[in-house]
């Protein structure tokens, strides 16, 4: 395996963008940018041998920053919603930006997707590290953060977050990459079939926040126990589906144990003959197939746009406005502790 580095751009500040490539002996590779700390980019071989794109992405890199879809990045200090903009830690409020409805979504305009992290080579891993000071769109605390990139003659790319902070503080980083096994830009990933080890998912409200109830999945448009094309659920009224255009849905992973690193998801395309299994120490997996896509993103690594359901992301993370929700996984970290929290992504070909 090796590591190519070089600079892609410059930010309206004059800071480097790099563009890093981690390739196997056999020339699958992964892309990965310091803005927002992102997956850009990623060629897999399917079943005859043959590589492509497998996640979304663009052509530019300026266009990562502000961008509506959060293009393959690192979301933080939370990912995911906190309803209405408001918290409560250590019984002190806390109001944060609102900035996609009525909620506060993936740390807000300024979160760590839309900033550039300090990246290195180290050996053979690529490791970026983000000082996000005390306030930072609101929170409280400062919070050291590191993303660390793994990946392998296996085509196993392993993602480890790290954070500590000096003031209890909430912290769920996830990556939001998106994949379509078919290729990049081959259309809509609807004919995906998915496998996810949940059998419940969290119930929605209209605001897409939790209610707090957990809704059995066996017989429902939500049932991916087994493998289930993302098709034949795109317009249920199961849950709110269909309101939100598509799944975009929290699913407690069955058996989740603090720290402990296990199968969550696995995501294949039968034409290609391409797949991807999902590893996660995370509580739940974020079911998202691309609903708005269409309109908002920039030129495309095919030289198009992409519109609605070209790509699906699988989103590790700890849930929806868990801070909000006693009876949720606890987000918050303490000063002393150390956030660590995994997600593996194993391609192959089935």
């Not at 600079?7 to 500040?13: E, I, R, S």
């Not at 429902?220 to 126990?225: I, K, L, S, Y």
């Not at 598509?246 to 402990?260: L, M």
Request: with cysteine; proline share 5%; hydrophobic share 35%.
């Amino acid at each position: 395996m090796e590591i190519e580095q070089h600079l892609w751009g410059l930010t309206p500040d004059g800071e480097a963008v790099v563009l890093y490539t981690m390739r196997s002996s056999d020339g699958a590779e992964v892309r990965l940018s310091n803005l927002g700390a992102a997956v850009v980019g990623a060629r897999m071989p399917d079943r005859e041998g043959r590589t492509d794109e497998v996640v979304l992405g663009y052509r530019h890199p300026l266009d990562y920053l502000g961008d509506a879809a959060s293009m393959g990045k690192t979301v933080g200090r939370v990912a995911n919603r906190i309803g209405y903009g408001r918290m409560t830690v250590e019984g002190r409020a806390y109001r944060l930006e609102v900035n996609s409805g009525v909620n506060h979504l993936h740390g807000g305009t300024k979160g760590f997707g839309n900033r550039l992290w300090e990246s290195r080579v180290e050996t053979n891993r690529v490791v970026m590290s983000l000082l996000s000071e005390a306030d930072d769109q609101g929170y409280p605390g400062e919070l050291a953060a590191e993303a660390i990139f793994d990946f392998d003659d296996d085509h196993t790319l392993e993602i480890t977050y790290l954070a500590r902070t000096d003031r209890t503080t909430p912290v769920n980083l996830t990556s939001h990459i998106y994949f379509n096994l078919a290729g990049e830009g081959s259309g809509s990933v609807l004919d995906h079939e998915l496998r996810l080890r949940a059998s419940r998912v969290l119930e929605m409200d209209e605001q897409q926040l939790p209610t707090g109830r957990m809704l059995e999945v066996a017989g429902t448009p939500a049932d991916f126990t087994a493998f289930r094309r993302l098709g034949d659920g795109i317009d249920a009224t199961f849950d709110r589906i269909r309101d939100f255009g598509g799944y975009d849905h929290p699913f407690p992973i069955d058996g989740w144990r603090p720290n402990i690193l296990a199968e969550a998801a696995e995501l294949r395309e039968l034409r290609s003959g391409r797949r991807v299994e999902v590893l996660t120490s995370q509580p739940g997996v974020m079911l998202y197939t691309g609903n708005r896509l269409a309109g908002g993103c920039p030129e495309t690594l095919s030289g198009g746009r992409y519109a609605n359901h070209a790509g699906v992301a699988l989103e590790c993370q700890n849930y929806p406005d868990a801070v909000n929700r006693p009876e949720f996984p606890s987000p918050l970290l303490e000063p002393g502790e150390l956030y660590c929290q995994k997600i593996v992504y194993r391609f192959g070909t089935c």
